[in-house]
């Protein structure tokens, strides 16, 4: 029975009457004293400092029970538990402790309660709401649906909103008239991509594309800021500036001397003027393509090529033309950082997805981000002859595609089967409508590749359009849905179709009208899930967007169809599957993007005086080496302390040399075992989780002590109180951000929550804005002149060392801590707390809710299961699954 | 002038006579025209010539100068020039730019042709100016470039040898000022620091 009913009841109607009339003018209403055996509790141990006098923290308990049932009174009677029960409060200072006898019975009466005002506010058979697709869960579904792996549509759908951590939440997936009309048009832009629209497919061509011959790297060539090389020697055709600097780069150009397939040595870093693309190729036809890219590298002496000074790294993105290729373009993404050996080319093979006026782009990634080498410019003695350092060389870049294995291809076999491609010829078929087609055009100005010409219009033709699309939309609808389709759904779809039909359109634009209607339907855009237990579709569903971030596959649907995934055993291989398929990468990025914040990882740009050594390709390694260590923790299933604390670390070369870790060489992330004493390796002392949780410029305690709390030990800090000041940090090297916060928690406002929450920022005081650790803060004015260390020595430094950094704190229970060693040791220690947490996020990721009051019991359960067996993080994805809490809606 | 170019220049010429005599006589719509050359900027480009110019079908080359940067070529003007009549004169100013087009597309406009130049060889001006020992082909091309196009300079060429770029012209028309400034625009440094 719920308290609200338990106070109706009791109240006598002439105490109604009293409250309504007191309420009508205005007077305060006596709010009813807390029932037994909660009222002697409070009175024997909390009344003390939460009295109408004392009011400790602002909190008045004298004045009454607050109704659980009421927002309000819930939020503060849970808080109340939560502090019992974790031995806050009363505080361990107090003469007049509970004992655990007193406290039991005061928690349980408290905890039904709770429960109970819970179970009347939610709706248990529908705990999940009604929710949407993610955009990236819209973005993988399609893939998957059509097999389309590079389809892009993500980015042109509204952002999603973010509820308890996550935005799978219906809570944060509103929709509007907005969402809609991009639903339109992303089901456009997938069916264009989808229907195949010649009868053969397109010629698979090979292009050795050089990175000269190319807008930006010929000014480079011609600055001097890069060289072209024939068999790892000078090009005798275009030697390197010495005595003279090139001139005229238009005569360059027209003598051909940057088309002949030199290999191409840059010396700069990409920056805001400049960019290397291979310009010679745009994809014409959306599709697979394989791209081997010939990378070296080489110490640049005066002229003289010797051998690098390692392996260096350079980078491959994928880079999309605006309009005509002149108004510039933009990198869609990074395809990977590649290892350019010394004077040894080395060709790296991949398979790539290009869309429309995609093209790949080249970056010298582990050279200095500066632009002081202009070597080649006026004024430079001696120029690029004159020049020593480092130079990473591409030979060339060949592109070769589009891949088909079948024609038509899959995506157009789901939506037409075997339906032949014929031309389409007006007078075979009186009244009726050709396709539209677009004719393919190279709009990029500076390419080579050009479409291949195509006569007519073909397009699939049906014999029987009646029964072919009944028989296509029967197919294509449960796959869409991800789920079993009624009949007469079917023949919904069927009826639009074929209003299309009569109403003239080809038999390929009707069924595409059916599809967009479907892709653009409720059916397809929600996760429709039963209420209460889920049905094999909705177990098959839930798995799949858990760890794959995307509709299940047909081995799932399969085992939902024959409704075997309610087997535990079944389960469990299912989960181990999914886990080791290529796809469980979108889990662990898309889980992480928003669990450790790794989305805002470029939220802010490092101050480029304080840490000129960051880079891109430093911000790259950060995130590659978070998903890395999540990855590996999941397949050695490796327990919660490794959150925190490891022995090992995923690092590549840039990284180790950010850490002060010997003997890694290149740009691939490996596991790397850690010499003693060394603090990386967790999650705590990640460069991206330290870069995520400062601004740029200086690093504060609180935010980051919030992050720890949240998001690793699952306690979220309380909000701050209004109207207090931000704590301004001071680069200047006068004032220590700990002195700064000394006179902040010197207000008995702050002092509470701030003892809890800046402990753990202490701690990670050892490390600055781009996660390298030190002793003493990088200051603008004031402070000592820095040594160089491991920053590179193209670098300038002109930052200075401030103040010293203490990096000691306490723990609210007392434990103390003098550096970061220490603290992760405390943390360590308590790795059901690390593991609750963690089964607490896996959980609302993959239910789209949050937990409930009531919902603790089966998220111990869960963790319990877990520690059982061995408190492995992949063991805890397991029990995450085999629960109710995952089963049920 | 290099030594290279004189001692090419006549056996280059000997050797397309010979060729003509043993390999036909024009037909009677045939022409033959000689032109001045802009684009030998040093001797290596004779080749880039010869390989633009083997690209061209129905254009014969008969004799190359290269030390008056002059070529002659024979040719069908009716085959040449689209709309011309048959039995009918083309005017020689179509002719040389039908022939100008085609020869610019094959060497990306680095070559062009132009009337002989009508000052004779004695009357010209010569000036060498150092530009320094460049060893790059598009950078003596481009110095090249910044005095080939000015008003009363017939023909120039740079030697990577001797660091020197050398300079024929009308002294009515222009001198050695005039050419200093216009390598200075095209930021070629003379002398070379």
Known sequence: MSNRRKYARSAPGSIVLMLMLMLLFGLPVPIPAAPEPLAS?????????????????????????????????????LKIHDRVESGEMPPPKSKNRPDPAETAPFLAALARDLTAAEAARLDAANRTGLRRLTRAEYENTVRDLFDLPGLAVQNGLPADGSAHGFDKNSDALDISHVNLARYVEAADRTLDLAIATQPEPPTRQTVRLSLAGNYEPNIMLMQGDAVLLRDRAHDPVFPPAGKHAHINQGAHEQLGIFKRGSSVGVFRHEDESWNAYFRKFAALYPGRYRVRASLWSLWWEKGKILPARGVEAARLSVVQFNENGRGGQHPSYVLGYYDAPSLEPRVHEMEVWLNQKETIGFNTASLAPVVLYRVGTWGQVDRTMGFTGPCIVSDWLDIEGPLHVVWPPNSHRLLFGELPIREFRPADQPGVTPPRRRPLKQEIVSTDNKPEPLVGIWTVHSAAPDADLRQLLGTFLPRAFRRPVAAGVVEEYVALAKSRLEAGDSFEAAMRYACRAALCSPDFLYHVEPAGSLDGSGVAARLSY??????????????????????????????????????????????LGQWLKLRAIAANDPDKKLYPEFSPYLQDSMVAETRAYFRELIERDLGAAYLVKSDFAMLNEKLAVHYGIPGVSGPAIRRVDLPPGSPRGGFLTQAALLKITANGTTTSPVPRGAFVMERLLGQKPEPPPPNVPAVEPDVQGTTTIRELLDKHRADAACAGCHAKIDPPGFALESFDVIGGQRDRYRALEKGDPAPRGSIDPKIGISFKLGPPVDASGQLPDGRTFVGIAEFQDHLSAEPQRLLANLARQFTIYATGRDLSFADRAALRDIVERAEARGGGIRTLIHEVVQSDLFLTR | MTPSFRIRFPAGFALAALWLTSFGIPSAAEQTETYRVVGFSHPEREEDFRQALATLPGIVLVGLDLAAAEVTLRFDPEQLVSGAKPGQPVAPEKILEELDKRLGQASVRTFTLTPRSPVPNADLATESIPVGLLDCKGCRYGVYLAVARLEGVVRASVSSETGLLTVWFDPKKTARPALEEALKKARVESPAN
């Open chain 1, 546 to 591: 858990f760890l794959w971030n995307s509709m299940p596959d047909g081995e799932l649907t399969a085992l939902a169809a024959e409704d075997r995934l309610r087997d535990p055993t079944v389960r469990r291989a299912q989960v181990e599957r999914l886990l080791k398929d290529p796809k469980a990468q979108r889990f662990i990025e898309d889980f």
């Open chain 1, 41 to 77: 509790f409070l009175d024997r141990h909390c009344f003390e400092c939460h009295d109408d006098t004392t009011k400790k923290g602002g909190l008045d308990l004298t004045a009454g029970w607050p109704d659980p049932a009421t927002p309000d009174g819930f939020t503060r009677w």
